[in-house]
């Protein structure tokens, strides 16, 4: 098949994929998480997302087969991931550093990057605690490191020099399910309140008060398309990682 036709049957796939995922269920995942179980809506977002994740996969597959050259496998048995895999993978660390560690950072420090005054004494409380550092200024940076793992060597094979399992190649499954979860966790959230926030109804989708705090600060309004991009590139690194230990290699 020629090129341009491959490119859009991967481009629909994804897009498909995408849609079914991240934006048709809304928060879905948070909602299972959370126990919030009662919406007669559930079954039929549960299917969109099943259906999603399988449309991902067979566009993976279809990607793999009409590949013009299949991945190239390492001297110490590892295999080299494809350059938009990789590219997922860095994309996937970067995000979450750059759109919503940073900005913690900064605000945990007290300048007010994006902040109306009106919510500024509130943050400065929060900062105030040590949770405020290890889950918002620290977490990202270490599932950023993890998410790494996904086209490193390491995220293959153990390393030899790590206690009892070095040298054993690392399941399919620990790898994939944690980052595939985590991306339609925070894609489907930031789907959500992006759409929300486009079309000026974020009250609507928040309500009780929770959308207060938006007001005047485009940095809080800044970090929904945030988790949008964060969990697009984490299911892609997935993906990648996917594609990188089942195909056949040259």
Not at 37 to 58: E, N, R, S
Not at 114 to 128: H, P
Not at 137 to 148: F, K, N, Q, R, S
Not at 174 to 180: F, H, K, M, T
Request: aromatic share 8%; charged share 10%.
């Amino acid at each position: 098949m020629r090129s341009p036709a491959r490119l859009a049957l991967l481009v629909l796939g994804w897009a498909g994929a995408a849609w079914l995922t991240l934006v048709v269920p809304g928060n879905l995942v948070m909602r299972l998480v959370f126990g919030q179980t009662g919406d007669p809506a559930l079954p039929g977002q549960v299917l969109a997302v099943a259906l999603g994740l399988l449309l991902g996969l067979a566009t993976l597959r279809y990607g793999a087969r009409t590949a013009p050259r299949p991945p190239r496998r390492r001297a110490d048995g590892t295999v080299r991931p494809e350059p938009w895999a990789r590219a997922a993978t860095w994309a996937a660390a970067a995000v979450p550093v750059l759109g919503y560690t940073v900005p913690h950072l900064l605000w945990g420090l007290g300048v007010p990057f994006g902040v109306a005054a009106g919510s500024r004494a509130e943050l400065a409380a929060l900062a105030g605690s040590a949770t405020y550092w290890v889950l918002l200024v620290a977490g990202p940076v270490a599932g950023a490191v993890l998410t790494l793992g996904l086209a490193a060597r390491w995220g293959q094979v153990v390393p030899r020099r790590v206690p009892w399992v070095g040298g054993r190649r690392v399941p399919r499954p620990v790898a994939v399910v944690p980052p595939v979860v985590v991306g339609l966790l925070v894609g489907q959230y930031g789907a959500m309140m992006t759409t929300c926030l486009a079309f000026g109804v974020t009250r609507a989708c928040a309500p009780g008060g929770g959308a207060d705090v938006l007001d005047g600060s485009w940095a809080f309004a800044g970090t929904y398309p945030v988790f949008l991009l964060w969990g697009v590139c984490l299911l892609a690194a997935a993906a990648g990682h996917v594609r990188t230990t089942t195909v056949r290699t040259a």
